[in-house]
């Protein structure tokens, strides 16, 4: 054994890899390799000595290329300050042969930090090459109005460079106001309005902090440019999310209106701005307000207004709310817009991950979750752990900390989400503490830490497995250091999307026969401009400003929705409302990243249920030609109020006609999905029969059959089962049968129809739903 340890350790590592006999890969990776330094034989001069002879001794036991040429493995980095290690070009197996090694502590492949912002764009596969963006020349000449809380014109998202003259239909203005002149608007800001005499109605002696269009909040702002953004080079939430931003439908116009205030939002306001969109002109209106959920659809400014727009062929967008989680509990049928003739969008995750990393002595490294405003040096800084304080909630811990900068271990005793609040220590550790490090038990998804997206303090929160080694290495005492580094952006590292545990469910109450939301889109943690006379974000208790900002909800996501419908109105100028919603669910992915069902993030990432996804992210490029359609006409949706206990007045306060009549009501809209309702507490099997009609979208004819899968303990009878379109625009129907029973204690359960087209390519799926009825209260 003593001449043993003489032997170098290449030697040594030689002869654990004599068998080494599979030929050494041609697609080679950089992989980022952690070494326990502790472990290095005496007989190297020093790390690189030591990682060098590791790799030089693959590099021979490793057979040559086919071309008669050494495989190229190697050294690019060796790592000896913040962290140990280095970084090499290996293939698959001889890295599998280095973790053998002694010493090794953990390794994986390159990636990059820093990429595209407004990812979303990408995450849902939009390109220049192919799809939607460039059939819709990216929604040139279309008209998105926005309801909201104004615009900040001078961003540059609204820059008009390249852009055409305003397209003749438009009848809007630029309406001067405070700070607002008719200058602000442009080729790409084509009107802006505002609507505050119902504010004012309500507070006569209040004086309006800004009284026109400008936007002093940041909502208004955000929302519209991720719609139709203009293209901006470097852009980015404080080195977070670098890039090029740009809209969804980044050639479109945009038309703002401004109707909820720093004083308040009235339903007259709102009432007035979508009257006054579709008197302008607008093709589109995204909306990202509404009412309580348990509101009458007589009673909803937005499902009021919105019947007028749909009747003049606007599509409308609405977010679903962010009521969907809330005092540790999944809140069911809480959804807002639930109203048949707009499309209802519920928000979802993205490929995206905010993050620092941290880096102990001994070389281990564990990112974590970290959106800190600023690129902090914390380098190389001494670890504090007491076990008696280390929930880190009394200011106790930072006035014992007294002899220098540390990192405070903040532990989660309590199995909460996340350890401590940190606003609390910004406040309590200015001076004695350099950084802090945060537990959670919670899985470290971006849904949740949308919370935490004011990062006050440096810091990282990681995940209560990496935190037992941080503890761990902490007790060696004042040995024990680590470094962090912030402002990383990492994309295509989580699994996406999932539904985001804020999104409103279903059903709607307001009218829970027709299955809501309709639709997810991208709203969590979405980048886009800001107003900047409104904070971003805060840091060691200064307010931050930005001229962009990361945002979570519902509103990004029916943002998301309106920018593809414009693109999709821009290509099919013939399209209904209801044609444009059909195209976008029945061409819906169910499956997110890894080809797998959607996640639930507030079901501890069960699979999703329609009540929350609705047919699940919208893929624009298969919307563009989805084969079939299902249409609606206005009096379809009067049917419905026609069917329901509602009032010949209440019906009026919606249609505003007499020209609907009610002899067919009928509660059986032709509708891209289907939800069958139980009661709570009813027993035995009920049926529900439904009619459907499908319009052929696609080029000439085509023959389609049904493909069910039908909810558990449920019969699912189609009929005819096969279609046969002999043209374009040809139609035809179908009946689709259920017989259910109530659930029990659950809530809902799916399956899906799907028409798929034979010799085609066209698949036109539809969710099934049987779900527990809320009554409207």
Known sequence: MRLLSGFSFPFLLALTIIGYVSSAEKDRSTYIIHMDKSHMPKVFTGPHHWYSSTIDSIKTASPATSDGHQSPARVLYTYDNAVHGFSAVLSKDEMETVKKSPGFLSAYSDKQVTLYTTHTFEFLSLNPITGLWPASNYGKNVIIGVIDSGVWPESKSYHDEGMTAVPSKWKGTCEVGQEFNSSSCNLKLIGARYFNKGVIAANPNITISMNSARDTRGHGTHTSSIAAGSYVAEASYFGYATGTARGVAPKARLAIYKATWDEGQYASDVIAGIDAAVSDGVDVLSISLGLRFSTPLYEDPVAVASFGAMEKGVFVSASAGNNGYATGRVRNSRISNGTPWVTTVGAGSVDRWFSGTLTLGNGLTITGWSMLPARAIVKNVELYYNESMSPCESTELFDSLNTGSRIVICENKQQTEVSSDMGSIANSAAGSVAAAIFESHWPLTDDYYFEYRNFPFPGVVISSEDM?????????????????????????????????????????????????????????????????????????????????????????????????????????????????????????????????????????????????????????????????????????????????????????????????NCSNPSSDLNYPSFIALYNIGEVGRFVQKFERTLTNVGRGGGTYKANVTAPEGTTVTVSPKTLVFGKIYDRKTYSLTMNYRGLGNRLSISGSIVWVEEKGKHTVRSPIVVALKYELH
């Not at 414009?566 to 669910?585: D, E, F, N």
């Not at 699940?616 to 009067?638: F, K």
């Not at 109020?641 to 006609?657: D, E, F, G, V, W």
Request: with cysteine.
């Open 468 to 660: 037992k080694s941080v503890i761990e290495y902490a007790k060696l005492g004042f040995t024990s250091r680590a470094s962090i580094s912030f402002q990383e952006t990492r994309v295509g590292t989580t699994r996406a999307p999932a539904v985001a545990s804020y999104s409103s469910r279903g059903p709607s109450r307001s009218y829970p026969g027709i299955l809501k939301p309709d639709i997810m889109a991208p709203g969590t943690l979405v980048l886009g401009s800001w107003s900047p006379v409104q904070f971003a974000t805060s840091l060691r208790g200064m307010l931050l400003a930005s001229d962009f900002n990361i945002l979570s909800g519902t509103s990004g996501a029916a943002a998301h929705v309106a920018g593809v419908a414009a693109m999709l109105k821009g290509v099919h100028p013939g399209w209904s409302p209801a044609a444009i919603r059909s195209a976008m669910m029945t061409t819906a992915n169910p499956l997110d990243s890894t080809r797998n069902p959607i996640q639930d993030n507030a079901y501890n990432l069960a699979v999703a249920s329609p009540i929350a996804m609705g047919a699940g992210q919208i893929d624009p490029n298969r919307a563009l030609d989805p084969g079939l359609v299902y249409d609606a006409a206005p009096q379809d949706y009067a049917n419905i109020l026609c069917s329901i206990n509602y009032t010949a007045s209440q019906i009026m306060t919606i249609t505003r006609s007499k020209g609907y």
